[in-house]
């Protein structure tokens, strides 16, 4: 029943930015879950990078994106965004939503970001 939309990746220069979209159906984003953010770049395993609580709004950010990127939530239609500044080609890869708590197995298809040099 869970269903998980990716959007908004793309190609960028190193230093531009963009903004993910993440539709999370089946998902209850409530006081005891969360949202995530996780990726996973070329040859690397997946990593969580970025959590909202549904508890209180709180946010954490991995340290590899911190002061970099920015997540933000629309709670009653289980939406969760992630704006990406200043970035970098490390951050490539492709980017996942999922709940940080007890994420699901039905992973989306995720939105491919690229960051040239």
């Known amino acids: 029943e869970v269903q998980l939309v990716e959007s908004g990746g793309g190609l960028v220069q190193s230093g531009g930015s963009l903004r993910l979209s993440c539709a999370a159906s089946?998902?209850?984003?409530?006081?005891?879950?969360?949202l995530a953010w996780f990726r996973q770049a070329p040859g690397k395993e997946r990593e969580g990078i970025s959590v909202?609580?549904?508890?209180?709004?709180?946010?954490y950010y991995a340290d590899s994106i911190k002061g970099r990127f920015t997540i933000s939530s629309d709670k009653a239609k289980n939406m969760v965004y992630l704006q990406m500044n200043n970035l970098k080609p490390e951050d490539t890869g492709v980017y996942y939503c999922?709940?940080?708590?007890?994420?699901?197995?039905?992973w989306g298809q995720g939105t491919q970001v690229t960051v040239s040099a």
């Open positions: 999922n709940s940080g708590l007890v994420p699901s197995d039905n």
């Open positions: 089946g998902i209850t984003f409530d006081a005891e879950t969360n």
């Open positions: 909202i609580s549904g508890r209180d709004g709180s946010t």
